[in-house]
């Protein structure tokens, strides 16, 4: 009886310092489990865009390799590999409101069958259906171009493809999520053109005699989704760049 009055005394005493324990526990729980759910939900999201924009767990981007068809036949034999698929792309510095990107961008051909990205509306607030094409003279750009240059639909990128005159200039049409180079820590930026355009930066390259890249993803028979290969059980997301020749990308993959 006496100890339960000298607790009973003990917690009117520190009443006070009790309540601002209990909410200081309660804060610290609510804010971790909101962290931790972010972090779940955004460790998702990136991973679920990644397989959708066909970039797994490993990507290379190959120049100066002509027969595609028989590197990735070749790949695609072996054990470890289930899939392999190719995206031909176009490297280029871009400049943006008289500013000029430090790193190269990459063109790359909008494929609404393929249903690879996420495209923004106007504003940022929200997602929208896609295009169903991209009309010649527009390109869909990162939203981290508006961070970085102060970029708006209906201003104008320019291209220097072949750094000889030509340059290629595209009106802002709108924004779309890009997984991979999205971020505006990340210098290197892709921009979704037309197949007309796309055609005609093949055209400039080509004459001008530059190495087109391409950008090959791999899969393994165990994941559902394609473009994943996992070594053990290690996830690694993300890409190896450079120029790789045939037999240096086999015997990594073998590795």
Not at 102 to 116: A, H, N, V, W
Request: charged fraction near 20%; include cysteine; glycine fraction near 10%.
């Amino acid at each position: 009886m006496e100890k339960q009055i000298l607790i009973c005394a003990g917690l009117k005493r520190h009443r006070g310092a009790l309540l601002g324990i209990f909410l200081l526990i309660t804060l610290t729980a609510t804010v971790t489990g909101t962290v931790l759910t972010l972090w779940a939900n955004a460790a998702h999201h990136e991973e679920t865009g990644l397989t959708q924009a066909g970039f797994g767990e490993l990507t290379a981007w190959v120049s100066g390799e002509a027969d595609t068809e028989s590197l990735t036949e070749e790949i695609t034999n072996l054990d470890e590999i289930d899939r392999a698929e190719t995206q031909m792309l176009v490297f280029t510095n871009y400049t943006a409101l008289g500013q000029e990107s430090d790193s190269e961008g990459q063109l790359l051909l909008y494929e609404p069958e393929r249903e690879r990205y996420l495209f923004f509306t106007d504003d940022l607030s929200g997602y929208q259906h896609a295009p169903e094409n991209i009309p010649p003279g527009e390109v869909y750009v990162s939203p981290s171009l508006v961070s970085m240059f102060g970029l708006g639909i209906g201003d104008e990128i320019t291209f220097p493809i072949a750094r000889s005159g030509r340059d290629m200039v595209l009106k802002v049409a709108g924004f779309f999520e890009d997984p991979v180079m999205g971020s505006s820590m990340i210098g290197m930026k892709g921009f979704l053109v037309s197949e007309p355009d796309y055609r005609a930066a093949l055209d400039i390259i080509e004459s001008s005699g530059i190495a087109i890249y391409k950008a090959i993803g791999f899969a393994d028979s165990v994941q559902r989704l394609a473009f994943a290969l996992r070594f053990g059980v290690t996830a690694l997301i993300g890409s190896l760049a450079g120029k790789i020749k045939r037999t240096q990308l086999t015997s990594l993959i073998n590795e």
